[in-house]
């Protein structure tokens, strides 16, 4: 588990000089970037490696013999391969038959520093023997730093040391955890190159103690942690990894600790399985045990900080608390330090949805946990632990106990996959043979055998998590046959008939009916923060401001899901309103949600969103255009229902965010359907917007029936129509649109049209009244009217409106 916390960024960076350790590369770091990219793995850049190091070499000492005047000096006789040079040195590590970095006179240091021939107490000394930090390549600076002791005399350091580099940015996929190490990358460029996979070859010496004398290991939940295994490591010595590890580590971008730390790192970024190293001495009572966390546990992580878990967590812990954070991170309390004598070093397999989850909750991820999450080797385990012991024991540092102590609760089933040879033609548009095809999945590590004459039965290895199904498998062969090598081939198929699914239908017909009137449509994040609830003026007992709270926001300012379409389309128009546009009509179709009883799921409601703001016309010479208002959205809903009988009403409302007494709510055929108001001018301010807005919200249900019924053909009136205008006084509060259906009502089947054209008051009408002038279409079905049939009805209107309470003027 590493330091080292990882980001967002996919990027996993491979050294070319580590990778060609693995598999014969006969390319360039360039060349292998584009086949590997063409392949399936991208590679994003190439970054070339070349420390300042020109005119440094290998020196070789000969001897080493004390300064006749200077207690704290040596004379070294050093040999490049070509000549020997006197040095001057005060350096106490250095001695005969060491290979050392050697600055000869004429050459500059990194830091800028020449080297010059110079007398130092009497003695010439001819160039310079270096450090670490003096070249750049550490913080040692305590001695000479010495090097491999096969090294070449009079070969350039760079070289030398293998300093002359490339890293391979390698994008990974989410599907492709195997490919988060050196050898998963390897074992690709193997494939694609027809080169054999050249894994490292090492034999662990053990001391002979039994590691299952130190410790002991109990899984409580076998669910999610299906195999853990363990080492112990006794005598062990924690100091500064050699340099060669430290320099391999940083190349790849990860940060150098101690020899014990480094080299868990080392395994991990060597084959993709997370290790870490407790410190077996604070191991309490000598036991492991993975459990999951108590209710109300607290661990300080080796982050320094306090967290407290709760019981869906999984944890590593002693017979008294928990050590670690299973798979993300370790604790404080068994850290590996310079005091440490014996290591556990862990190594498991964790169930990938019970890492993201605690990762989330505790807003904690690591280089670990990314993988975990992802899927890793259930058969990398072990090797993998071998391997680190096997590098803690070549550089001296402890000594492997026999054995790995270890629990499984389940065995690996290897997956079958059939695949058939007709389908994968058929798919990538090739004439591939079987045996070809089972060349390159070989070349992958899966095996195969022929089950009859058109089909392969294929078994993905361990390390390939993303291999569950036979279009998988056609991929892979896409991959390595090379996607640029596949020629485009016309797809071929029948069309299946029949109708759509109507709410999809309707939201096509929706959106295809809205953009003809000049709206455009927004796409925006279902999200809402406390703050923007203030910026539209929602009480604290608001219901819309009673919203779900996500257990792991990207930020305070997304922290709920949205009860109402209406803050991320004001944040659009504020968008429009900054770039200085302010004439725009958007809409949206999408999702709000409200909370529920504890422990359901929010209730999710689809609805439809209308915005508008600023002008409703084009800017002419002819005159300026009218502001959007009220009665331009009502239309335009309106003119969506048309034909549908699905006549809407406004009901005047005080609605949250909207202006006093600018605001309704909409009805449907005498049910709620949704509201429409103008946004109260300090909203709007709260946004930057200073023309006015208009916004509607309504249940798109009914559209999509509205706009989904049959047109059917009628054929036009066979006798002519008589229109006729009334004026009346009603009530100041009296809807229109309910004068309206009061006139309908007194003659059904004759009125064809009622509409109200006039809207007036003054000194001739009473106080709190307001006068209303209508126009009436009259038609009959059967005969022309005549004028006394004309009388009558308009003489039923007048009678009816009189009940409702309206006063008929007089012409």
């Known amino acids: 588990m590493l330091r080292v916390l990882r980001g967002e960024n996919n990027t996993m960076k491979i050294s070319f000089n580590w990778l ?33 190091l020109k005119g440094i070499v290998v020196g070789k000492v000969l001897s080493v013999e004390p300064h006749p005047r200077a207690d704290r000096l040596s004379i070294c006789r050093v040999s490049d391969g070509a000549r020997e040079f006197g040095i001057v040195c005060g350096a106490k590590n250095v001695k005969a038959g060491d290979a050392a970095p050697l600055a000869r006179v004429g050459v500059t240091l990194p830091n800028g520093t020449t080297i010059r021939q110079a007398t130092l107490r009497g ?82 010496k053990e001391n002979g103690t039994r590691a299952s004398s130190h410790v002991s290991v109990s899984v409580e939940d076998g669910a999610l942690c299906p195999r853990y295994c363990a080492r112990v490591v006794g005598n062990v010595t924690v100091g500064p990894s050699p340099f060669w590890l430290r320099n391999r580590l940083g190349a790849v971008g990860v940060r150098t600790v101690n020899l014990i730390v480094d080299v868990t790192n080392y395994a991990l970024m060597e084959r993709g399985q997370p290790l870490h190293a407790f410190d077996l001495g604070k191991v309490q009572g000598g036991r492991i045990i993975v459990r999951r966390a108590r209710r109300g546990e607290k661990i300080v992580t080796i982050d320094g900080r306090e967290r407290e878990l709760d019981e869906e967590m999984l944890v590593i812990a002693d017979s008294k608390a928990a050590l670690a954070v299973a798979g993300i991170m370790g604790g404080l309390r068994s850290e590996v330090g310079k005091e440490t004598r014996e290591i556990l070093l862990e190594s498991a397999y964790f169930r990938p949805q019970s890492i993201r989850r605690t990762s989330q909750r505790l807003n904690l991820s690591s280089e670990s946990s990314y993988r975990f999450e992802r899927g890793v080797d259930y058969h990398g385990l072990v090797p993998a632990l071998d391997r680190a012991a096997q590098l803690i024991s070549a550089m001296g540092a402890g000594e492997p ?10 065995a690996w089933r290897a997956r079958k996959v059939a695949l058939r040879m007709p389908r994968l033609n058929a798919v990538l548009g090739t004439k591939l043979s079987k045996g070809r095809v089972r060349g390159y999945l070989e070349r992958l590590d899966m095996a195969v055998r022929e089950r009859g004459k058109k089909v392969l039965e294929v078994s993905p290895p361990s390390c390939r998590v993303d291999l569950c199904r036979e279009i998988d498998l056609i991929e892979e062969v896409a991959r390595i ?6 020629s485009p081939v016309p797809p071929v198929g029948i069309v299946p008939g029949g109708v759509g699914d109507p709410r999809t239908v309707g939201r096509e017909k929706v959106r295809e009916v809205l953009c003809s009137l000049g709206f455009s449509e927004a796409i925006c994040l279902s999200f809402v923060g406390l703050a923007e609830m203030d910026r539209l003026m929602w009480a604290k007992d608001e219901p819309l401001r009673h919203a779900v709270k996500l257990r792991n926001p990207v930020s305070e300012e997304f922290a709920y899901l949205r009860t109402s379409m209406l803050p991320p389309l004001m944040r659009c128009l504020s968008l429009n309103a900054s770039r200085g546009n302010n004439d725009v009509l958007l809409f949206e179709l999408g999702t709000v949600f409200t909370p529920r009883a504890d422990g359901e799921p929010p209730l999710e409601r689809e609805k439809l969103a209308l915005a508008a703001m600023g002008l409703s016309g084009i800017r002419s010479w002819r005159g300026r255009a009218a502001e959007m208002d009220f009665f331009y959205l009502k239309g335009v809903m309106e003119n969506m229902l048309t034909g549908a009988d699905m006549g809407i009403s406004a009901a005047r409302a005080s609605l949250p965010s909207c202006h006093p007494g600018r605001s309704a709510v909409l009805h449907r055929n005498g049910l709620q359907w949704g509201w429409i108001g103008e946004i109260h001018p300090r909203v709007a301010e709260a946004y930057g917007i200073k023309a006015p807005v208009i916004f509607a919200e309504v249940d798109p249900a009914a559209l999509y029936a509205a706009l989904l019924v049959e047109r059917v053909y009628q054929p036009l009136p066979r006798f002519p129509s008589v229109k006729r205008d009334i004026a009346l006084i009603a009530d100041e509060h009296a809807e229109a649109a309910g004068v309206l259906a009061t006139v309908r009502s007194a003659v059904p089947g004759l009125i064809e049209a009622v509409e109200l054209f006039d809207l007036f008051k003054g000194h001739q009408i009473p106080s709190g009244k307001k006068g209303l002038a209508i126009s009436i279409t009259l038609r009959p079905q059967e005969s022309t009217l005549r004028e006394e049939e004309i009388e009558a009805a308009m003489e039923k209107i007048r009678t009816t409106l009189k009940k409702a309470g309206c006063m008929i003027r007089e012409s």
């Not at 994008?171 to 490292?200: F, H, Q, T, W």
């Not at 106990?401 to 609760?409: E, H, L, N, P, Y």
């Open 20 to 52: 060609r350790e693995y598999v014969d590369c006969p390319l360039s770091p360039e060349e292998l970037a584009e086949r590997l990219t063409m392949n399936g793995i991208e590679v994003e850049a190439v970054t070339r490696l070349a420390p300042e």
């Open 123 to 204: 003695i010439v000394s001819e160039g310079m023997l270096c450090s670490e930090r003096e070249l750049g390549l550490g913080e040692d600076a305590e001695g000479i730093m010495i090097l491999p002791p096969r090294s070449t005399p009079g070969q350039e350091l760079s070289g030398a040391l293998r300093l002359n580099d490339c890293i391979l940015d390698v994008n990974v996929m989410p599907n492709r955890p195997d490919c988060l190490s050196v050898i998963g990358v390897a074992r690709e460029a193997a494939a694609i190159l027809k080169k054999p996979l050249i894994l490292p070859r090492y034999r662990l």
């Open 401 to 410: 106990c026999t054995g790995v102590v270890g629990r499984k609760s389940a």
């Open 481 to 486: 046959e090379g996607y640029d090598r596949i």
